[in-house]
T-cell receptor, first 114, second 112 residues
Framework: DAMVIQNPRYQVTQFGKPVTLSCSQT?????MYWYQQKSSQAPKLLFH???????NEADTPDNFQSRRPNTSFCFLDIRSPGLGDAAMYLC?????????????FGPGTRLLVL | AQSVSQHNHHVILSEAASLELGCNYS??????LFWYVQYPGQHLQLLLK??????LVKGIKGFEAEFIKSKFSFNLRKPSVQWSDTAEYFC??????????FGAGTILRVKS
């Protein structure tokens, strides 16, 4: 089945230690997104790629970076995780940009910062 | 800034009860509206969406939602819930063509 895959499902890191979360897709979609979801809150968009074009949300901290080496993979890098970065990180894809496009989500990676 | 409000964070219903989950958004322009569902242990998946045409939208598993532009609302309904509808439900608005703004979610528990 075509899908969005996130690894690992759970990630534990230490305060200040860089961490990378990964996302892959078999849908061959042009757009890939990263959302952050803190406990009991709405998912919040961090950034997205349309093909190789990177689009950062204005309020995304500089501590968060992303890479998309090819169509299938997208990575979220947190350079110096703080306790406040503990959250669920959701990857999503869509075929294109456009208000009516459906976004397809992965299962998420839960990040714990010690 | 655009925002989405979901009125209830937790809802508990008995099987066969009717369901209505409220969703209001703040944005004056053209909107595309979505309901996503997350079953326990699973990923977010699309329940239904509105982008034009008939404001009453039918989705999967017997769910429907009505877009009322004058009330900035997109409430989700189901006439008779089942135990398997236990999940978290998220309303979302797409306003700029690439960004979904989500509500905080409503956790529905259906008692069998």
């Amino acid at each position: 089945d075509a899908m969005v895959i996130q690894n690992p499902r759970y990630q534990v890191t230490q305060f200040g230690k860089p961490v990378t979360l990964s996302c892959s897709q078999t849908l061959n979609h042009n757009v890939m997104y990263w959302y952050q979801q803190k406990s009991s809150q709405a998912p919040k968009l961090l950034f997205h790629y349309y093909d190789k074009d990177f689009n950062n949300e204005a309020d995304t901290p500089d501590n968060f970076q992303s890479r998309r080496p090819n169509t299938s993979f997208c990575f979220l890098d947190i350079r110096s995780p703080g306790l406040g970065d503990a959250a669920m990180y959701l990857c999503a894809t869509s075929r294109g940009l456009g208000g009516a496009e459906t976004q397809y989500f992965g299962p998420g990676t839960r990040l714990l910062v010690l | 800034a655009q925002s989405v409000s979901q009125h209830n964070h937790h809802v508990i219903l008995s099987e066969a009860a009717s369901l209505e989950l409220g969703c209001n958004y703040s944005y004056g322009g053209t909107v595309n509206l979505f309901w996503y569902v997350q079953y326990p242990g699973q990923h977010l998946q699309l329940l239904l969406k509105y982008f034009s045409g008939d404001p009453l939208v039918k989705g999967i598993k017997g769910f429907e939602a009505e877009f009322i532009k004058s009330k900035f609302s997109f409430n989700l309904r189901k006439p008779s819930v089942q135990w398997s509808d236990t999940a978290e439900y998220f309303c979302a608005v797409n306003v700029n063509g690439n960004k979904l703004v989500f509500g905080a979610g409503t956790i529905l528990r259906v008692k069998s």
